[in-house]
């Protein structure tokens, strides 16, 4: 009777550990591995794309050549500027050609009243003084800022050592970045402080790729990485790992860097630090 019942009480704590054991959570460092994987690539047609999971507003801008603060006014995102799988992005301004139409028509309906509006306005013209006119050009050429100006608010460094193996190209289909190779797994830092705003590899020709944005007008990507070691929204400092070295949609183990102003790319030998 008590080895009938020593058994039983056996069978029953290898029944709880069996249940606990299997029911077990995940640990926490498997839920982000740092490698990233993506079922599509994003692909632009005609002036629009579908949003897809992974997907933010600043890969899309960033693919499309778009300062995201323009893609974001065409479409009325605001800041943090959230967007939803299924949502499309359009990212050139529609014009109405109906309405187009309409306001030239009715512009050109009576040419008796637009010959009277135009001498009034004439009229008015010659009216201004000549002092008032100067001090409107002068205003408007203030606004323009010299080309030769670097932002001083960013602070740049290099992201990574080695031979650069491709350069930047002021051509319409030149390179638009610098390719820096090294070994694979060599570690990949942040150019400059800033936040990580896409981290992933949905953008053809990329491979695993981090944008950091570094104020409103700068941003800075890292590509063809084997390994990432940030995630979205995640603030990093200057000089800080981000990534390693790899070979992820390219033929060479080497890093792609660019720097972007408003959209556009920009030579990043004119920011970085000299040898």
Known sequence: MIKMHLLILLLAALLLSACSTRH????????????????HKIHIKNNQYKVHKGDTLFSIAFS?????????????????????PGQIIHLKRFVNKNNKV??????????????????????KELD????????????????????????????????????????????D????????????????????AGTVVYAGSALRGYGNLIILKHNDDYLSAYAHNSKLWVKEQQKVKVGQRIADIGSTDATETALRFEIRYRGQAVNPLRFLPKD
Request: proline letters at 7%; glycine letters at 4%; a positive charge.
């Open 24 to 39: 077990k959570p995940a640990p926490v460092t498997s839920l982000y591995s740092g490698k990233t994987s993506s079922t």
């Open 64 to 84: 499309a050549n778009k300062d995201v603060r323009a893609v974001a006014q065409i479409n009325n995102i605001k800041p943090p500027y959230v967007i939803y």
């Open 102 to 123: 309409k306001k030239q028509t009715k512009k050109h309906s009576n040419p008796k009243n637009n010959k009277q509006k135009s001498n009034k306005i004439q009229k």
């Open 128 to 171: 201004k003084p000549k002092q008032r006119e100067y001090v409107q050009k002068e205003q408007k050429s203030s606004v323009k800022v010299p080309k030769q100006m670097i932002s001083k608010k960013v602070q740049w460094q290099r992201p990574v050592s080695g031979k650069v193996i491709k350069r930047f190209s002021v051509k």
């Open 173 to 192: 289909n030149g390179y638009k970045g610098l390719l820096i190779a090294n070994k694979h797994g060599t570690p990949v830092k942040a150019a400059a």
